[in-house]
DNA sequence: AGTATTTTTATCATTTATGATAACTAGCCA
DNA sequence: TGGCTAGTTATCATAAATGATAAAAATACT
């Protein structure tokens, strides 16, 4: 395992927390952020080096602050 | 301005200020993440949406945390 | 002045994030 | 059983991040 994957391992395991303590669908997520479903999904799954900007789109839309996904990171 | 280019600056700007606080040349940061310099100064420069792990190497080599690059952005 | 160092800019190639669509799985319920 | 919802996985196309090189511009030093 790479410190590649571990990050985005991490960040995608952040990401579905996140939403799932907030009671949202992951493809409501992904609408909200004008995302397909299925590349949030493969996000969460940890399958991508997500861009900064990205990730400051999902925090947008998860009500929380871009900090939140990259702390202890 | 778009909301990306903004993050895209000031993450720019973010990395140049602790980058220079600590007296580091560009190049030296450049060569220390394995980055041709031109590279770094793109960055610096607010050039390109950096993923994630891009901003871990550079926050690593800067001895800081990775949050530190993206607070309150 | 000059010279070296550092930074910036431009450009092209390659890799990869993202966009987009479809098919599949699992769970739930009428 | 069948349909419905949520999530997953695979795949292909496109846009953009990154790799790489060269040259110009700025900065510092003597």
Do not use: H
Request: net charge positive; aromatic share 2%; hydrophobic share 40%.
């Amino acid at each position: 395992m790479t410190d590649k994957q571990d990050l985005q391992i991490a960040i995608g395991k952040r990401v579905k927390e996140l939403r799932e303590s907030k009671n949202i669908a992951q493809q409501d997520l992904a609408a909200a952020c004008n995302f397909e479903k299925s590349n949030m999904a493969r996000l969460e799954a940890g399958n991508t080096n997500a861009t900064i900007y990205t990730l400051k789109i999902i925090a947008k839309n998860l009500k929380v602050e871009l900090v939140d996904l990259v702390k202890d990171l």
